[in-house]
Nanobody, 127 residues
């Protein structure tokens, strides 16, 4: 069973940048497809970005395309979310998720496909 711990959240002004990290332990990290989701107050959790096991394929929500970049370092058991040109509507708790998959090229974009979740990290963007 894999454990996930997010870090890197904080308060930033609109137009600024943050990089979130998610450190995994307890499993063979390269066996897991990874994703980032977020949940704003009063809203449902939504997909942000996802990456396959070996970092060759990614997928993004339309709202973050061109601004956010997901990446992973399997040697460090860590997945990242680089967030640029942040907007107030990006304010949310950001969650890292993992799912053990057999296929190398699988990218998962819905939350029910993920088995493991981190505790979340708060991102607040001021206008």
């Amino acid at each position: 069973q894999v454990q996930l711990v997010e870090s890197g959240g904080g308060l930033v002004q609109a137009g600024g940048s943050l990089r979130l990290s998610c450190a995994a332990s307890g499993g063979t990290f390269s066996n897991y497809a990874m994703g980032w989701f977020r949940q704003a107050p009063g809203k449902e959790r939504e997909f942000v970005a996802a990456i396959n096991r070996r970092a060759g394929r990614t997928n993004y929500a339309d709202s973050v395309k061109g601004r956010f970049t997901i990446s992973r370092d399997n040697a460090k058991n860590t997945v990242y979310l680089q967030m640029n040109n942040l907007k107030p509507e990006d304010t949310a708790v950001y969650y890292c998720a993992a799912s053990r998959v057999l296929q190398i090229n699988v990218v998962l974009t819905t939350d029910h496909e993920y088995d493991y979740w981190g505790q979340g990290t708060q991102v607040t963007v001021s206008s």
